[in-house]
């Protein structure tokens, strides 16, 4: 029988997914995803370091000399290649693997990106280490991921239901947690800009295809908790709900 690894989990959910990622509001577009967009003006050569349905590549493609388009999923990675060519950006290439083992060499990326997906990363430390290697000394990296709010009972529903939906993920981290990792990893930190992000139940959860009974127990735990969750997360009637989402913004030591 073969291992089941964070690895083959992440490939299993989403390598069949590619599709729909690659058309999902919530990824498609955001003032988040602009927010990224920015920072690549001007720039030579970008990364997008877990690149799923290939959005920020997209954004970021006119902006840059080349950018490349990295991810676990062979899957997604054929979708963002023919996504790529349909849309004449011709300075983007795909690249297959983890973020905790990139195969760049060090210093080779005047600017690293990476959106929603730091949350599966089996290593999230050696992720970032990673990061850090290959972008060139004071050159800029922007991270952005669901973050926990950082108290107890909200962290416990959050990373409660997102495991129940998704069963490849491993943990959305506080603001601090993210600050203390990117300084481990040898960033100087940037900014943090928070933004709030309404996901819609239904969709949340075709676009996983979360299965029927796993889909009823987030329904279950929803009903159940305290006010203070409930208001948090402004849960609706219908399981649609808030998520707390931050851009961070850093630089590599010089």
Not at 195 to 203: D, G, H, I, K
Not at 211 to 232: F, S, T, W
């Amino acid at each position: 029988m073969q291992a089941r690894t964070q690895e083959s989990l992440v490939v299993g959910q989403f390598g069949e997914r590619a599709a729909e990622y690659l058309v999902s509001p919530v990824h498609a577009q955001g003032a988040d995803l602009a927010a990224l967009a920015a920072l690549a003006r001007g720039q030579g050569r970008a990364l997008d370091l877990g690149c799923g349905g290939g959005h920020v590549a997209y954004a970021v493609a006119p902006n840059v000399g080349e950018v490349v388009a990295y991810d676990l999923s062979p899957q997604m990675l054929a979708v963002v290649a023919e996504a790529a060519k349909s849309r004449g950006l011709a300075n983007l290439r795909t690249v297959q693997g983890p973020a905790e083992r990139l195969p760049f060499d060090d210093a080779s990326f005047d600017l690293v990106l990476s959106r929603y997906s730091a949350h599966h990363w089996r290593d999230f430390d050696a992720g970032l280490r990673e990061a850090a290697r290959v972008l060139k000394p004071g050159a800029e990296a922007g991270f952005v991921d669901v973050v926990s709010p950082g108290v107890p009972l909200l962290d416990t529903y959050l990373q409660a239901v997102e495991l129940l939906r998704d069963t490849s993920h491993v943990r959305d981290r506080s603001r601090a947690e993210w600050e203390d990792a990117l300084a481990r990893a040898g960033f100087v930190a940037g900014g943090v800009t928070p933004f709030r992000v309404r996901l819609a139940f239904p969709e949340w959860i075709a676009r996983m295809r979360t299965p029927e009974g796993l889909a009823g127990a987030i329904r279950a735990v929803q009903a159940v908790m305290a006010d203070a969750v409930q208001r948090h997360f402004a849960i609706e009637p219908d399981g649609s709900f808030v998520i707390d989402v931050a851009l961070f913004t850093a630089r590599r030591a010089p």
